[in-house]
């Protein structure tokens, strides 16, 4: 199943997107996928600095990373 998003964008970028023949729907589809990566590591960044917080400095960055993913795909 698909959604259809829009975005208001000046006349004069409109007309340089189809000079330039640009696939708007895989370009913003491309942006909105790295930027819910990038917002979901920034969210795994802040779990783990929580959990350290409450754990103390005997585990290491990457074991409370490893273990908040297997959390969440267990969901």
């Keep these: 199943m698909t959604s ?3 975005a208001k964008i000046p006349d ?4 340089d997107i189809e000079e330039e023949d640009i696939n708007v729907s895989e370009v913003i589809r491309n942006a909105l996928e790295e930027e819910l990566v990038e917002r979901r ?10 959990l350290r917080e409450k754990v103390g400095d005997g585990v290491e ?3 409370i ?11």
């Design 41 to 50: 590591r920034e969210k795994l960044r802040r779990d783990a600095a929580a």
């Design 4 to 6: 259809t998003v829009s």
């Design 61 to 63: 960055t990457e074991e």
């Design 12 to 15: 004069e970028m409109k007309e």
């Design 65 to 75: 990373v490893s273990a908040v993913r297997e959390t969440r795909e267990e969901r």
